[in-house]
């Protein structure tokens, strides 16, 4: 029996316009598995990130979300099909409170269909305390997101892609703009997506973070699948030179 | 970056009291807008009162009063829900036309009220549905858009009508006349009544609905909203149709208070209607407002309109103090944000 996979793209491509941006991509993501995206700008990263979360549609193709064919990939079905993301634009309403922000498109609501903001301040506060490490008075669940810092926006986009109890979670840039303590700190919580049984799609530009934490380097170069490589079967040091040969010939041999 | 965002995520947990007590001094920081709203109001009202005690110790002028700011006051608190949403609606003086047009076309053949009423309402949805179509659909920017639907609806209820206005002195007694316009309470006109539980309502569908939460959050950061799964488009079209449907509700209330139609109706609620709402603190960028400060904002403009004329300045005053009140709210509140930032 072949396994199922968390997510299968069979033979995706997407055009914007003239713009090809995906050829003929496949790209599986296993249980319990970290894969790694790697690639140039203008590989087709953000937008194979965005045809998993359902923001984009693609072109042709099909895709398989745990062995069942998913006919339209919207936002809201891929979120309610476990896959929370962390956007490289974080995807935050910088204007809006803490708690509209970790709610923000799956606000919790009362029997009577009305929101429970009661709660869902509640639970920004446990957030807050438990996950976020937000010990200061000054912040409340009624802070507006502007007056943080970079580091604490990137905390709430990926405390808020936890809260949903995510099977699925994918960070696309997430060190970007973060500090070393930072960095580090996110690799950790990559890795405890693997300890607890989860899977996550990693994209970033760093090859030595995305090497230390995935299990599968996926290479993607001019919207093409470029090379797979598991990361116990090859060197850090022979991946790069690869890399390097991938951006300049556009082939790995 | 700064130490104290060095805790990011994670999961190390920081232990602490979790403590939900009411907060006089987080109240007053978060509501010092409309707290201060309240005693410009207070502090315009005695202003008045000095000035011209005859007639503002009066009840005649408070009576007026109540019975014209709801007309504009209806319409300003879901064009607050637009503006939050980030967009911008300029058609709902010709909306208030147009609804009574189809409702002189049902009222005059069948004498009903009740359903001249529903016709009305029914074009305050398809204009509204004629904004949203030309801003979601085609995708002109709102500003744009609204201004050719203005003329053009004003247009359409010149042509329909031949310019002629039309009497609703039949309308008068009527069970839909007298729960729209009569007195019900002490003399009160129950316009006033309405316009409260507009508020209320509009209060609801922006802070206790999905709806609401999402106006506020395609009017802060559109892409943000379209990642995150929020139906973008249908808050939009919902937002027009909401605008569409109260101004025409103003419209037949404006009517029936008079029991004529003329075809201008609406010229004139257009700066008092903007001016409402910027006053009460809505940004003008979009993302935040709320429907206590558009409600605070016009009453507060109903009685500076009934200020000036009472203290014996012309009309031409009105235009000129509520011009005034846009720019000086507006540019404070992009002052305002700057400071933040």
């Given at each position: 029996m072949e396994p199922t996979y968390r997510i299968e793209l069979r033979n995706v491509s997407k055009n914007f316009g003239e713009v090809?941006?995906?050829?003929n991509v496949d790209f599986k993501l296993g249980q319990n598995e970290v894969v790694g995206l790697l690639g140039d700008n203008g590989a087709g990263k953000s937008t194979l990130i965005k045809i998993l979360t359902g923001y984009h549609q693609p072109t042709s193709g099909e895709i398989y979300i745990d062995g069942q064919r998913v006919e339209s990939l919207t936002v809201p079905l891929a979120r309610k099909l476990g896959i929370e993301t962390v956007y490289q634009e974080r995807a935050?309403?910088?204007?809006?409170t803490l708690w509209r922000n970790i709610f923000l498109g799956r606000e919790l609501r009362t029997p009577y269909g009305l929101l429970n903001v009661k709660k869902m301040k509640s639970e920004t506060n446990k957030l807050m305390l438990e996950?976020?490490?937000?010990?200061?008075?000054?912040?409340?669940?009624?802070?507006?997101?502007?007056?943080?810092?970079g580091g604490e926006k990137q905390g709430v986009a990926i405390v808020r892609a936890l809260y949903f109890d995510a099977e699925i979670i994918i960070l696309d840039e997430?060190?970007?703009?973060?500090?070393l303590k930072e960095t580090r700190k996110l690799l950790d919580f990559v890795r405890h997506i693997k300890d607890v049984g989860k899977s996550a799609v990693f994209i970033d530009h760093n090859i030595f973070h995305v090497y230390s934490v995935a299990d599968r380097v996926v290479v993607l170069d001019r919207g093409q699948i470029a090379g797979e490589f598991n990361t116990d079967a090859i060197s850090l040091d022979d991946l790069m030179e690869k890399m390097y040969h991938v951006a300049e010939t556009g082939s790995l041999d | 970056m700064s130490s104290e965002t060095e805790e990011l995520s994670g999961m190390d947990s920081v232990p602490g009291p979790q403590k939900e007590s009411f907060n006089w001094k987080n109240f007053l920081r978060s509501n010092a807008t409309q707290l201060g709203m309240i005693l410009v109001f207070f502090g315009l009202w005695l202003f008045f009162i000095l000035s011209a005690p005859e007639t503002f110790l009066s009840p005649q002028i408070y009576y007026a009063f109540m019975a014209t700011t709801p007309l504009f006051a209806i319409m300003a608190l879901p064009l607050t829900m637009v503006i939050i949403a980030g967009e911008m609606d300029l058609s709902f003086p010709s909306i208030m036309a147009i609804g009574m047009v189809a409702f002189i076309f049902i009222f005059?053949?069948?004498?009903n009220v009740f359903l001249a009423l529903l016709a009305a309402l029914a074009a305050g949805v398809g204009a509204g549905l004629l904004n949203a179509g030309l801003?979601?659909?085609?995708?002109?920017p709102s500003l744009v858009a609204t201004i050719g639907t203005q003329f053009f609806l004003r247009g359409l209820s010149l042509v329909l009508l031949q310019g002629q206005g039309a009497t609703?002195?039949?309308?008068?007694?009527?069970f839909i006349y007298n729960l729209l316009v009569?007195?019900?309470?002490?003399?009160?006109?129950?316009q006033f009544w309405w316009s409260i539980a507009i508020a209320i309502l509009c209060w609801v569908i922006l802070n206790r609905t999905r709806l609401g939460a999402h106006i506020y959050l395609i009017g802060d950061n559109q892409k943000s909203a379209r990642l995150m799964g929020v139906n973008v488009n249908r808050t939009r079209l919902t937002v027009f149709i909401m605008m569409g449907l109260a101004a025409a509700f103003a419209g037949v209330l404006a009517s029936l208070q008079v029991s004529f139609f003329w075809?201008?109706?609406?010229?004139?609620?257009l700066l008092s209607t903007l001016a409402s709402v910027f006053l009460g603190g809505t940004s003008v960028f979009g993302g935040t407002g709320t429907i206590l400060g558009t409600f605070l904002g016009s009453y507060i403009i109903g009685a500076i309109n009934a200020g000036i004329v009472a203290i014996g300045?012309?009309?031409?005053?009105t235009e000129l103090i509520y011009g005034l009140i846009i720019i000086i709210s507006v540019s404070m509140h992009v002052v305002m944000q700057k400071r933040i930032k």
């Open positions: 090809e941006s995906l050829k935050l309403a910088e204007l809006q996950s976020m490490g937000f010990s200061s008075s000054a912040v409340n669940p009624d802070s507006t997101i502007e007056t943080f810092s997430p060190t970007m703009g973060l500090s | 005059e053949p069948t004498g801003v979601v659909g085609i995708g002109i609703l002195i039949e309308a008068r007694g009527s009569g007195k019900i309470i002490g003399g009160i006109p129950n075809p201008s109706l609406g010229e004139g609620y300045l012309t009309g031409f005053w």
